[in-house]
């Protein structure tokens, strides 16, 4: 019964393993501050995020993370795919930047719920970060503790996101009326552009080295 107890150390290793990876700006990450920013389905945005991370934490704890260190193939083609909507997702950002108005930035800025459940699933699930980091990272720095005391990790990872993802969106929406201005508008639009284009040239140069 008492190997079965949540144990505080272990826990506490898996909230700041969860934070470093999580905390990094990324695809993820700077669209849930564009949506905070623009108020526009933030909450939802973070809950989806947070039930993602859920998942793929548990996968990964789970064992999952072997499995795609074990095939290069699945490595590639996460790799591509992610490289290449990254790529178009950060080319529409600049392409917003840079005809930036008022109207056009209310206009291009607000999603439907549905698109913004499209959004969120895509910038995480086809980020191959999410599982060259989340899922192998994760499932590895858990395998070193005893079957039992996983659970420890998970949890602590997992709280570490749902504090990430809600605090940032809040966060985000908090700052929004300072943060509204057509130029602001301009430069986070160009920040997140410049930022999914060099996640997407990392993953381009780590498929090369894949092949």
Not at 100 to 116: D, H, P, V, Y
Not at 119 to 137: C, E, F, K
Request: glycine fraction near 10%.
């Amino acid at each position: 019964m008492e190997k079965r107890m949540l144990n505080a150390a272990i826990y506490l290793q898996g909230m700041l393993v969860g934070a470093s990876l999580i905390m990094p700006i990324g695809a993820q990450n700077a669209f849930v501050l564009e949506r905070g920013i623009r108020r526009n389905h933030a909450m939802l945005v973070a809950g989806l995020c947070f039930l993602a991370d859920t998942l793929l934490i548990a996968l990964g704890v789970g064992g999952a993370g072997k499995m795609i260190a074990g095939s290069v193939t699945l490595q590639l083609v996460l790799t591509v795919g992610g490289a290449a909507f990254l790529l178009r997702y950060g080319w529409s950002s600049l392409q917003r930047a840079w005809r930036a108005t008022t109207s056009s930035l209310a206009e291009k800025g607000t999603m439907s719920r549905i698109q913004a459940v499209g959004m969120t699933l895509a910038v995480t699930l086809l980020n191959p970060h999410v599982y060259l980091d989340t899922v192998m990272i994760q499932g590895a720095v858990a395998g070193q503790y005893p079957r039992t005391q996983q659970l420890s990790f998970a949890l602590g990872s997992i709280s570490a996101s749902l504090l990430w993802f809600f605090g940032l969106a809040l966060l985000a929406s908090w700052l929004a009326p300072q943060l509204q201005r057509v130029r602001v508008q301009q430069c986070i639009d160009a920040g997140v552009g410049c930022i999914m284009w060099l996640i997407a040239l990392g993953l381009l140069r780590h498929g090369v080295s894949l092949v």
